[in-house]
């Protein structure tokens, strides 16, 4: 187990930046981007990568209700309460992915570990985002189909609304991990 303190040091570093670049990316106008950018979804993705689990699970459930609260973004409802939830399982699955993968040598030495962890974190966190969006607003909105059709319309529609911003998170992210690996939890 990391040090404590170091562990708290970071996630409030990566709850600061959760609600910062947001509205840095407002304040310079491409806030009108901001659902296809994904600003605040970068700094908990790394959360995973640098944080244990409960650590980092505690960013991505903070960062948009401190973010909502301090800026107004995300509105409250309905789409604070389902980045919460997204925002979380981001950082717990590539927590708990990446440690998983990095068990297995070939994975590490091709660095395919972190992109694998990414990549299957991100289409779960869309499925959480997915549902509680039908929950909260679908369900009693779209009148046509069964629950599943409606979650997977949701589904889409969010994976084509932030493809920009999911085509950046895999650049960047595993660009950032891979240059700062000797910062990464520590794995054995």
């Known amino acids: 187990m990391k040090n404590t303190t170091v562990q708290i040091t970071r996630t409030a570093l990566f709850i600061a930046l959760g609600v910062v670049i947001p509205l840095v990316?407002?304040?310079?106008g491409a806030g009108r981007f901001g659902r296809a950018l994904l600003p605040m979804h970068i700094p908990i993705l790394l959360a995973g990568f640098y944080l244990e689990p409960l650590y980092a699970t505690f960013a991505g459930l903070v960062t948009p209700f401190l973010s909502s609260i301090l800026t107004g973004?995300?509105?409250?409802?309905?789409?604070?309460?389902?980045m919460v939830f997204e925002l979380a399982a981001y950082a717990l699955c590539v927590c708990l992915f990446f440690r998983l993968f990095s068990r297995y040598k070939k994975l590490r030495k091709?660095?395919?570990?972190?992109?694998l962890a990414l990549i299957i974190s991100m289409i779960?966190?869309?499925?959480?985002?997915?549902?509680g969006s039908w929950i909260l607003v679908g369900n009693n909105t779209l009148g046509f189909g069964s629950?599943?059709?409606?979650?997977?319309?949701?589904?889409?529609?969010?994976?084509?609304?932030?493809?920009?911003?999911?085509i950046i998170q895999l650049i960047i992210i595993?660009?950032?991990?891979i240059t700062t690996e000797s910062s990464l939890i520590d794995l054995k």
């Open 110 to 115: 091709s660095k395919l570990h972190i992109i």
């Open 124 to 131: 779960i966190g869309r499925i959480i985002s997915s549902v």
């Open 174 to 177: 595993p660009t950032l991990v």
């Open 73 to 82: 973004m995300p509105p409250l409802y309905p789409t604070m309460y389902i």
């Open 25 to 28: 990316i407002h304040t310079v």
């Open 147 to 166: 629950a599943m059709t409606q979650i997977s319309i949701i589904f889409a529609g969010l994976f084509v609304t932030g493809l920009f911003g999911i």
